[in-house]
């Protein structure tokens, strides 16, 4: 049965984690891993977490499944969170929302559904993305092409030939957009330019489908919801695909949600049965924990309150590193300008090396990050910072 299935090579942003582990250097600095961690070099549990799961272990009388869309009261917090309070559409009744193992669940299930309503329909994805939108949306049978995004040379945007590219997009095609803190370049959209591809979206009729993953992460909570919901208030349909794993640092629970806006009540209530169906036939019904931890936090204005306090220092850290990187780098050196890190946001930023410059770092300082020198700014921290800047520094 399976002798004819060959050995595939390892992931590698896993491969990079195991060859960091087994590093023996005790300078080595892992920059490669998208996970947010402290400067003690640990992913904490949220204080916020920690009590709402002391609450909910106290209260919890059952472990009965729990309803195929997942906890109601979660799915409803999720929804004021994306949307906002007062969000037309979802007073109209267009949205709905269900729960998803994580933002990949919400991905794949988004997929599943798009086959069913447009079988072998085409996805336009960012130059570049993060790379498993690739198996995640093809794997369900969608078609998926490019649009330029970032440009490698200018560490920004190049809006112009995106919008190029945009212009002649068929109607009912998807475009895939970040929300916010883009993966894995860290360049985001402005206010402005959200405004022009909705603009855009109406015009040529192509379906948005946001990934947002890093909600809180960028500006703040509303702030990255912007284009979100500007699309959802301006377009008849949009998808957004969202994670609980950094904003809530609920990794291994598997936290995610899928919120859907359809143009009408009516078609919203048949996608909803659909979702449903789609996601019976993967996976059943959804895991509880983190989702019902959610629940628990955003139903109690203390917890809230503590969690955007934490939210809120963790983004802070990152844009402190973003600015102390800048900083040591052109203490450093004077060969190149690496001002554009401190003005990307989120976890990641392009440093501009090449291949062979990455694998020196690794090798003679362990520094590891992905071959196209992509690093995770929350891997920093302050007490390695000048070592990573002389390091770098060395290989120019």
């Not at 269900?98 to 086959?115: D, N």
Request: aromatic fraction near 8%.
């Amino acid at each position: 049965m399976f002798a004819t299935l060959p050995l595939l090579p390892a992931d590698p942003i896993l491969g990079l984690s195991a060859a960091y582990q087994q590093d023996t250097n005790p300078a080595k600095v892992d920059l490669g891993v998208g996970v947010y961690k402290d400067d003690a070099g640990l992913t904490p549990i949220m204080a916020a977490v920690r009590q709402a799961e002391r609450l909910l272990m106290e209260q919890e009388t059952t472990k009965a499944y729990t309803h195929p869309a997942g906890v109601p009261g979660a799915n409803e917090a999720v929804t004021r969170l994306v949307f906002g309070q007062q969000n037309p559409v979802v007073e109209e009744g267009r949205v709905r929302t269900i729960q998803t193992p994580g933002g990949c669940g919400a991905l794949r299930v988004a997929a599943e559904l798009l086959q069913r309503a447009r079988p072998g329909a085409t996805i336009w994805v960012s130059t570049p993305t993060w790379a498993n939108h690739i198996p995640l949306l093809s794997s369900a049978g969608l078609k998926l092409r490019e649009y330029p995004y970032y440009n490698y040379a200018t560490h920004s945007i190049d809006f112009e030939a995106m919008l190029a590219c945009l212009r002649e997009i068929p109607a009912e095609d998807l475009v895939l957009l970040h929300a916010c803190c883009h993966n894995p370049s860290g360049a985001d959209l402005s206010r402005e330019q959200w405004g022009q591809i909705a603009d855009l979206a109406l015009e040529r009729g192509f379906v948005p489908f946001i990934d947002m993953a890093y909600q809180g992460f960028g500006e703040g909570l509303e702030e990255d919801s912007y284009g979100p919901r500007l699309l959802a208030a301006s377009l008849p349909e949009v998808i957004i695909a969202t994670s609980f794993s950094k904003n809530f640092g609920l990794y291994r629970e598997r936290a995610g949600a899928l919120s859907q806006v359809f143009a009408d009540r009516t078609q919203a209530d048949a996608g909803m049965s659909q979702l449903l169906s789609v996601t019976r036939s993967l996976y059943s019904m959804p895991p509880a924990h983190g989702s019902s931890i959610i629940d628990v936090i955003l139903h109690s204005d203390e917890l809230t309150a503590l969690w955007r306090n934490e939210l809120t220092q963790m983004r802070e850290r990152i844009t402190n590193l973003r600015t102390q990187l800048v900083t040591n780098l052109n203490q450093q050196q004077n060969l190149r300008d690496f001002s554009f890190i401190a003005r990307e946001r989120g976890m990641f930023s392009f440093l501009g090396l090449d291949k062979e410059q990455v694998q020196l770092l690794r090798r003679e300082f362990s520094i590891y990050m992905t071959d196209n020198s992509r690093i995770s700014v929350s891997g920093l921290t302050e007490a390695r910072m000048e070592y990573v800047a002389r390091a770098i520094a060395s290989v120019l």
